[in-house]
């Protein structure tokens, strides 16, 4: 990222290495409040971004024999768009070094960044540190900013893009980004037989990319919109054209199921780093290409991340606890309201924060599989809604820390207000059910139909649903339906999911910045499996909204489309919406620096593909605040600041701004 300019940075380096080396269970921690308030060793480093270049060492790697013209060394970019303009997202006083340990539900069926069992959340994680795209979204503005391309351009038909590669831009392997290497991606990711249809669709809409030369290339969307430009420009991960000369689809998915890839991104993976069934570890890559660049300042800082595998969130909760993690997602509100309320949180050891940031949450909920004939009756699934007490789960069962669900698009702009808000109603349902024909009881007073009973299963993959689950199977047994609860491992849970073998299963979508309604929603992947349109939509006035919103350049335009579509969706009934957190919670030794926001604007608690830096990029060790940890742990007589609960940098940030 940055150099060590003087003797102080050298030794604060030492430091944090000697932190990062002690005992894992002293050395798993976290900083309290941001790096403001706490200022880290390297509290010295420039705030100023104007400090760092956008473009530091501008072409010093270009190839000599390309002209300026064509991309080459003193390219001006006259004529084309860049962003010089953006503030920092990292902290410049963030020290290099030591590990961060976390935990995730899953070992990833593979590690391919396509094909069937690809889309994970460790695989998103990875994509984003691993791989890096032509530009990406700033996560405090959402405007675009240079990333393995220096400049763009849209030309006046808004079909024709062009995109000046960083002749600075290099793979892990040590060769130079050029155009090839994007023209190679491509025809990667249209490979049918990779057999993912969601990606295939999303970028067979564009022509094939032509390189103009070795840092010009340019590509054709096939119709006019601001969908393409932004897939195309940053969902598109860039693999090496000399590796995927030797890689089709049917061999990627044969031979490169827990192989990588060579990326360009800050960090990598080898093979000693996988222990299969157990643990991932991404290293920081030495020597990365843009480690000096304003958008990478004070990021990727750990030489380090584990992420472990622990298949029970209450066993991961305790390895925080004993300091066999560093950082935890509390996704229970039991466990943020009674187990996180333990000695080493009332000492300051452990620290809690609910972040309340401006990330899109998604959705989560029941998707109801339509393919199959009962639920082919929306009277059916509007029924199992109204079952479904949210209101009296979230106050006897989540502490009141959860916010119903009632859009595909919860708390954003996008939300439609008229959406129906299916409380609790097992009267309602009843005459529902009724009027699509299970009226009749048999002999063990279950609702039937042409002497059938009422009978469905529900998938879902962690024990801890059963707390709300075996509500929903009580409310459900009162009127006459067999609800029948089926826990699977995460991986059969996906298996089954995405080859549309369930009646109901349990799932969680994240959003994205900019909604992306055809890959859930659309008809012509309705009936097709490895695709997020998991419930079989099939509604033609559905795809004439998405069609017109992918071709839609004004933003706001494209919003009062969403919430026309939000409302046409959730009339459906696809899905039994569930609650929402207003607030990423997390818990974490008090060892870690950490920006102000403690997490971006609109990022996750963890990295990600596509809403960028989480924890694990942004944080660092603190080498003073390990050292305070280390005796507090050694003395249970010292107490550290356990800092404030709540951070709302962000929800501040943006009435200065005036941006939300």
């Known amino acids: 990222m940055w150099n060590k300019r003087n003797l102080i940075w050298i030794t604060l380096l030492a430091c944090a290495l000697a932190a990062a080396c002690t005992n894992p269970k002293q050395e798993s921690s976290s900083s309290a409040g941001s790096s403001a308030s706490n200022p880290a060793a390297g509290s010295n480093a420039s705030l100023n971004k104007s400090d760092y270049p956008v473009f530091p060492d501008a072409d010093a790697g270009a190839d000599p024999s390309v002209p300026a013209d064509m991309g080459g060394r003193g390219f001006k970019g006259d004529g084309w ?30 590690f391919r960044m396509q094909g069937p069992e690809w889309s994970s959340d460790t695989n998103y994680k ?7 795209s032509l530009l990406a979204l700033d996560p405090t503005t959402t405007d675009y900013m240079p990333f393995l391309a220096t400049h763009w351009q849209i030309a006046a038909d808004k079909q024709t893009y062009r995109f000046r590669i960083n002749p600075n831009a290099k793979f892990s392997d040590g060769t130079a980004v050029t155009a090839d290497d994007v023209v190679a991606s491509w025809v990667f990711y249209t490979d049918k037989g990779a057999n993912d249809p969601a990606q295939y669709a999303m970028f067979m809409k564009l022509e094939k990319p032509v390189a103009e030369s070795k840092y010009i290339v340019t590509v054709k969307a096939k119709l006019p919109g601001w969908k393409d430009f932004m897939n195309f420009a940053t969902r598109m991960l860039i693999f090496p054209a000399a590796t995927l000369k030797n890689v089709d689809g049917k061999t990627y998915l044969k031979d490169w199921n827990f192989k990588y890839l060579p990326g360009t991104g800050p960090y990598i993976i080898g093979e000693s780093d996988i222990n299969k069934g157990n643990s991932i570890s991404l290293r920081r890559r030495m020597g990365y290409w843009a480690e000096k660049v304003r958008r990478n300042i004070g990021l990727n800082n750990f030489d380090e991340v584990k992420v472990i595998i622990v298949r029970d969130r209450t066993l991961a909760l305790q390895m925080l606890k004993k300091g066999d993690l560093d950082y935890f997602y509390v996704n229970r509100s039991k466990d943020w309201a009674r187990e996180l309320d333990f000695d080493k949180i009332q000492r300051g050891l452990v620290q809690k924060r609910k972040v309340f940031n ?6 989560q909920g029941f998707a109801i599989n339509t393919r199959r004939e009962t639920f082919k009756d929306i009277r059916v699934r509007q029924a199992l809604a109204l079952l479904f007490n949210r209101k009296e789960m979230t106050e006897k069962l989540f502490f009141n820390e959860y916010l119903p669900i009632n859009s595909f698009y919860p708390g954003t702009s996008y939300e439609n207000p008229d959406n129906p808000k299916n409380l609790y109603d097992p ?26 009973p009422l009978e469905i299963e529900i998938l879902y993959d962690s024990q801890q649903s059963e707390t709300y689950l075996t509500v929903f199977q009580d409310a459900c047994r009162k009127i006459g339906i067999t609800l029948n609860l089926r826990l699977v491992t995460f991986e059969t849970s996906f298996k089954l999911m995405y080859g549309r073998q369930f009646d109901l299963t349990e799932v969680k979508f994240g959003d994205q910045i900019f909604p992306d309604p055809e890959t859930m929603f659309h008809s012509r992947l309705a009936d097709v499996n490895d695709t997020d349109n998991i419930t079989g939509f099939k509604d033609s006035r559905i795809d004439d909204i998405i069609d017109q919103y992918t071709k839609t350049i004004d933003v706001k335009e494209r919003t009062a489309m969403m919430r026309k579509l939000d409302g046409m969706m959730a009339n459906l009934y696809h899905y039994v919406f569930q609650w929402y957190p207003p607030a990423e919670r997390i818990a974490y030794w008090n060892k870690f620096g950490q920006p102000a926001g403690i997490l971006s604007r609109t990022g996750l608690y963890e990295s990600d593909l596509y809403t960028g830096p989480g924890a694990e990029q942004l944080w660092w060790v603190d080498p003073v605040k390990a050292q305070k940890l280390n ?30």
């Open 81 to 110: 768009s860049t962003n010089t303009d953006f503030d920092l997202i990292g902290d410049p006083r963030a020290v290099k070094g030591g590990l961060f340990r976390e935990d995730t539900l899953d070992f990833p069926g593979t």
């Open 126 to 132: 990875i994509g984003n540190m691993v791989y890096e």
């Open 358 to 363: 401006f990330h899109p949450d998604g959705f």
């Open 427 to 452: 009267q309602a349902a009843l005459k529902l059910l009724a009027d699509a024909g299970w009226k009749t009881r048999d002999a063990q007073g279950r609702l039937s139909k042409d002497g059938k």
């Open 631 to 660: 005796a507090a742990i050694a003395d249970a007589s010292i107490k550290l600041d356990p800092g404030e609960t709540e951070n709302h940098y962000w929800q501040e940030f943006d009435k200065k701004k005036g941006t939300k």
